[in-house]
Protein backbone atom coordinates (compact mmCIF):
# COMPACT_ATOMS: atom_id res chain seq x y z
CA UNK A 1 0.00 0.00 0.00
CA UNK A 2 0.98 3.38 -0.66
CA UNK A 3 2.09 5.78 1.85
CA UNK A 4 -0.15 8.50 -0.35
CA UNK A 5 -3.00 7.60 -2.52
CA UNK A 6 -4.28 10.37 -4.89
CA UNK A 7 -6.74 9.49 -7.41
CA UNK A 8 -4.92 10.14 -11.26
CA UNK A 9 -8.26 11.43 -12.76
CA UNK A 10 -8.42 12.17 -15.49
CA UNK A 11 -10.69 15.19 -14.31
CA UNK A 12 -11.82 17.28 -16.64
CA UNK A 13 -14.78 20.42 -15.45
CA UNK A 14 -15.77 23.39 -17.37
CA UNK A 15 -14.51 26.60 -16.94
CA UNK A 16 -16.11 28.02 -13.61
CA UNK A 17 -16.61 25.03 -12.06
CA UNK A 18 -15.17 24.24 -8.45
CA UNK A 19 -12.38 21.55 -8.64
CA UNK A 20 -12.34 19.15 -5.22
CA UNK A 21 -8.83 17.27 -5.52
CA UNK A 22 -7.70 14.59 -2.72
CA UNK A 23 -5.09 12.69 -0.86
CA UNK A 24 -5.59 10.08 1.36
CA UNK A 25 -2.02 9.13 3.65
CA UNK A 26 -1.15 6.61 6.06
CA UNK A 27 1.87 8.03 8.01
CA UNK A 28 0.90 9.76 11.50
CA UNK A 29 4.03 11.29 11.31
CA UNK A 30 4.10 13.85 8.32
CA UNK A 31 3.36 17.55 9.44
CA UNK A 32 4.17 19.33 6.26
CA UNK A 33 1.86 19.66 3.35
CA UNK A 34 1.78 20.54 -0.51
CA UNK A 35 0.66 21.05 -3.40
CA UNK A 36 2.40 21.50 -6.85
CA UNK A 37 1.29 22.04 -9.94
CA UNK A 38 2.69 20.29 -13.13
CA UNK A 39 2.28 21.43 -16.53
CA UNK A 40 2.72 19.51 -19.40
CA UNK A 41 6.37 18.89 -19.92
CA UNK A 42 7.61 21.40 -17.35
CA UNK A 43 8.90 20.73 -13.91
CA UNK A 44 6.74 20.82 -10.54
CA UNK A 45 5.85 24.23 -9.43
CA UNK A 46 4.95 24.92 -5.03
CA UNK A 47 1.49 25.86 -5.15
CA UNK A 48 0.07 26.01 -1.85
CA UNK A 49 1.76 24.96 1.76
CA UNK A 50 0.15 24.05 4.98
CA UNK A 51 1.53 23.26 8.37
CA UNK A 52 -0.15 20.33 10.21
CA UNK A 53 -4.31 20.76 10.42
CA UNK A 54 -6.44 23.62 8.85
CA UNK A 55 -7.01 25.35 6.27
CA UNK A 56 -5.14 28.30 3.49
CA UNK A 57 -6.00 30.12 1.16
CA UNK A 58 -4.67 32.11 -1.66
CA UNK A 59 -6.78 33.66 -4.49
CA UNK A 60 -8.98 31.00 -5.94
CA UNK A 61 -7.05 27.78 -4.30
CA UNK A 62 -7.76 26.60 -0.64
CA UNK A 63 -5.71 23.89 1.12
CA UNK A 64 -7.52 21.85 4.02
CA UNK A 65 -5.75 19.34 6.17
CA UNK A 66 -7.67 16.84 8.74
CA UNK A 67 -5.06 15.04 10.45
CA UNK A 68 -7.89 12.95 12.14
CA UNK A 69 -8.82 11.40 8.61
CA UNK A 70 -5.11 11.74 7.07
CA UNK A 71 -6.77 13.62 4.89
CA UNK A 72 -5.89 16.84 2.56
CA UNK A 73 -7.39 18.63 -0.22
CA UNK A 74 -7.34 21.51 -2.68
CA UNK A 75 -9.85 23.54 -4.01
CA UNK A 76 -10.10 25.30 -6.96
CA UNK A 77 -12.79 27.78 -7.69
CA UNK A 78 -13.77 29.67 -10.34
CA UNK A 79 -11.49 27.44 -12.57
CA UNK A 80 -9.72 28.40 -15.25
CA UNK A 81 -8.49 26.76 -18.85
CA UNK A 82 -5.34 27.98 -17.28
CA UNK A 83 -5.58 25.75 -14.28
CA UNK A 84 -5.30 22.78 -17.08
CA UNK A 85 -2.27 20.93 -15.34
CA UNK A 86 -1.16 18.01 -13.16
CA UNK A 87 -1.48 18.67 -9.58
CA UNK A 88 0.54 16.71 -7.02
CA UNK A 89 0.10 16.88 -3.21
CA UNK A 90 3.58 16.30 -1.02
CA UNK A 91 4.14 15.71 3.08
CA UNK A 92 6.68 15.79 4.84
CA UNK A 93 7.73 14.32 8.47
CA UNK A 94 9.17 16.98 11.03
CA UNK A 95 12.15 15.79 10.92
CA UNK A 96 14.63 15.12 7.59
CA UNK A 97 14.07 16.52 4.19
CA UNK A 98 12.05 13.80 1.79
CA UNK A 99 9.05 14.49 0.43
CA UNK A 100 6.26 11.95 -0.65
CA UNK A 101 4.29 12.27 -3.26
CA UNK A 102 1.04 11.54 -4.87
CA UNK A 103 0.31 10.14 -8.21
CA UNK A 104 -0.59 13.38 -9.41
CA UNK A 105 -4.47 14.28 -10.76
CA UNK A 106 -4.86 15.31 -14.38
CA UNK A 107 -6.85 17.82 -14.43
CA UNK A 108 -8.19 19.88 -17.71
CA UNK A 109 -10.80 22.66 -17.60
CA UNK A 110 -12.54 23.71 -20.55
CA UNK A 111 -13.47 26.88 -21.89
CA UNK B 1 13.37 33.17 -7.13
CA UNK B 2 14.62 29.99 -6.75
CA UNK B 3 16.44 28.87 -9.49
CA UNK B 4 17.10 25.19 -10.71
CA UNK B 5 18.05 24.33 -14.03
CA UNK B 6 19.30 21.38 -15.80
CA UNK B 7 21.72 21.26 -18.82
CA UNK B 8 19.36 19.35 -21.13
CA UNK B 9 15.28 19.00 -21.92
CA UNK B 10 15.85 16.30 -24.25
CA UNK B 11 18.29 13.52 -24.86
CA UNK B 12 18.58 10.46 -26.80
CA UNK B 13 21.03 7.93 -26.11
CA UNK B 14 21.65 3.92 -26.85
CA UNK B 15 21.80 1.42 -24.26
CA UNK B 16 25.18 0.95 -22.23
CA UNK B 17 25.97 4.56 -22.81
CA UNK B 18 27.35 6.46 -19.93
CA UNK B 19 24.91 9.58 -19.26
CA UNK B 20 25.68 12.61 -17.29
CA UNK B 21 22.09 14.85 -16.17
CA UNK B 22 23.68 18.13 -14.17
CA UNK B 23 21.67 20.05 -12.13
CA UNK B 24 22.59 23.60 -11.11
CA UNK B 25 20.89 25.61 -8.42
CA UNK B 26 21.33 29.38 -7.64
CA UNK B 27 19.63 29.47 -4.15
CA UNK B 28 22.90 27.96 -1.72
CA UNK B 29 20.68 25.39 -0.71
CA UNK B 30 22.25 22.58 1.28
CA UNK B 31 19.37 19.68 0.25
CA UNK B 32 19.64 18.45 -3.65
CA UNK B 33 17.30 15.53 -4.96
CA UNK B 34 17.10 13.49 -8.67
CA UNK B 35 13.57 12.25 -9.20
CA UNK B 36 12.17 9.97 -12.30
CA UNK B 37 8.49 10.39 -12.96
CA UNK B 38 6.87 7.53 -14.88
CA UNK B 39 2.86 7.66 -16.00
CA UNK B 40 1.27 5.66 -13.29
CA UNK B 41 4.08 5.57 -11.01
CA UNK B 42 4.60 9.19 -10.03
CA UNK B 43 7.87 10.55 -8.74
CA UNK B 44 10.04 8.29 -7.39
CA UNK B 45 13.34 9.50 -5.52
CA UNK B 46 16.48 8.17 -6.96
CA UNK B 47 19.09 10.15 -4.97
CA UNK B 48 19.41 13.28 -2.41
CA UNK B 49 22.59 14.76 -0.85
CA UNK B 50 22.21 17.07 2.01
CA UNK B 51 25.66 18.18 1.58
CA UNK B 52 29.04 18.59 -0.51
CA UNK B 53 30.63 15.24 -1.05
CA UNK B 54 27.70 13.66 0.50
CA UNK B 55 24.54 11.40 -1.01
CA UNK B 56 21.85 9.02 0.29
CA UNK B 57 20.11 6.44 -1.55
CA UNK B 58 16.28 7.13 -2.54
CA UNK B 59 14.15 4.37 -3.10
CA UNK B 60 15.39 3.25 -6.53
CA UNK B 61 18.79 4.14 -6.99
CA UNK B 62 19.71 0.96 -8.76
CA UNK B 63 21.66 1.42 -11.87
CA UNK B 64 21.95 5.31 -10.97
CA UNK B 65 25.21 7.02 -9.08
CA UNK B 66 25.38 10.59 -8.13
CA UNK B 67 28.01 13.07 -7.55
CA UNK B 68 28.10 16.27 -5.89
CA UNK B 69 31.90 18.45 -6.09
CA UNK B 70 29.92 21.62 -5.60
CA UNK B 71 27.16 23.35 -3.06
CA UNK B 72 25.75 24.03 -6.02
CA UNK B 73 25.95 20.99 -8.75
CA UNK B 74 24.38 17.79 -8.37
CA UNK B 75 24.64 15.33 -11.19
CA UNK B 76 23.34 11.88 -11.76
CA UNK B 77 24.99 9.45 -13.77
CA UNK B 78 23.83 6.60 -15.60
CA UNK B 79 26.49 4.14 -15.85
CA UNK B 80 25.28 2.17 -18.58
CA UNK B 81 21.93 3.37 -19.67
CA UNK B 82 19.18 1.03 -20.53
CA UNK B 83 15.89 1.00 -22.01
CA UNK B 84 14.05 1.48 -18.53
CA UNK B 85 15.80 4.24 -17.56
CA UNK B 86 13.52 6.10 -20.57
CA UNK B 87 12.02 8.54 -18.47
CA UNK B 88 11.59 12.30 -17.12
CA UNK B 89 14.43 13.30 -14.85
CA UNK B 90 13.67 16.37 -12.20
CA UNK B 91 16.02 17.85 -10.08
CA UNK B 92 15.11 19.67 -6.84
CA UNK B 93 16.28 21.47 -4.03
CA UNK B 94 15.58 22.96 -0.39
CA UNK B 95 16.92 24.65 2.44
CA UNK B 96 17.66 22.71 5.76
CA UNK B 97 17.71 26.26 7.15
CA UNK B 98 14.77 28.60 8.28
CA UNK B 99 11.74 29.04 7.76
CA UNK B 100 9.52 26.13 7.31
CA UNK B 101 8.44 27.03 4.19
CA UNK B 102 12.00 26.95 3.01
CA UNK B 103 11.70 23.22 3.59
CA UNK B 104 9.30 22.89 0.25
CA UNK B 105 11.04 21.37 -2.65
CA UNK B 106 12.05 23.45 -5.86
CA UNK B 107 12.01 22.07 -9.62
CA UNK B 108 13.98 22.21 -12.17
CA UNK B 109 12.39 22.11 -15.84
CA UNK B 110 12.80 18.41 -16.19
CA UNK B 111 15.18 16.08 -18.61
CA UNK B 112 13.45 13.87 -21.07
CA UNK B 113 15.68 11.31 -21.86
CA UNK B 114 15.56 8.31 -24.08
CA UNK B 115 17.10 5.23 -24.62
CA UNK B 116 17.02 3.54 -27.51
Known amino acids: QKEVEQDPGPLSVPEGAIVSLNCTYSNSAFQYFMWYRQYSRKGPELLMY????GNKEDGRFTAQVDKSSKYISLFIRDSQPSDSATYLC???????????FGEGTQLTVNP | DVKVTQSSRYLVKRTGEKVFLECVQDMDHENMFWYRQDPGLGLRLIYF???????EKGDIPEGYSVSREKKERFSLILESASTNQTSMYLCASSSFYGTKYQETQYFGPGTRLLVL
Open chain 1, 50 to 53: TYSS
Open chain 2, 49 to 55: SYDVKMK
Open chain 1, 90 to 100: AMKETSGSRLT
